[in-house]
């Protein structure tokens, strides 16, 4: 069983900063990419920032230059350091990773949290 719990949303004024950060845990043999993605009310998910085992990151147009996406492979974490946020970032943001289990080391599987609301706005 592996779970991913997120944290760190809430409710920011336009132009702050929030710090999001993602754990798994369970029977986890190996990670490898790991993402956001956020939802907003009445649009499809989209992807905000992915980050390779190695820690390649890559965003998306939108966030380039305000978000960075980290990874602590030791505490099997991901971050999403939010600056500069705009009204247009309210959505609940969800994380992702591809994770092998122990029950199953050669097969990666996608999991997801259950969301963290993230609403900015004065």
């Known amino acids: 069983q592996v779970q991913l719990v997120e944290s760190g949303g809430g409710l920011v004024q336009p132009g702050g900063s929030l710090r999001l950060s993602c754990v798994a845990s369970?029977?986890?043999?190996?990670?490898?990419?790991r993402g956001w993605y956020r939802q907003a009310p009445g649009k499809q998910r989209e992807l905000v920032a992915l980050i390779t085992q190695g820690g390649s990151p890559k965003y998306a147009d939108s966030v380039k230059g305000r978000f960075t996406i980290s990874r602590d492979n030791a505490k099997n974490t991901v971050y999403l350091q939010m600056n500069s946020l705009k009204p247009e970032d309210t959505a609940v943001y969800s994380c992702?990773?591809?994770?092998?289990?122990?029950?199953?080391?050669?097969?990666?599987?996608?999991?997801w949290g259950q969301g963290t609301q993230v609403t900015v706005s004065s």
């Open positions: 992702n990773g591809e994770i092998a289990s122990y029950e199953r080391r050669l097969v990666y599987q996608a999991y």
């Open positions: 369970g029977s986890i043999f190996r990670i490898n990419k």
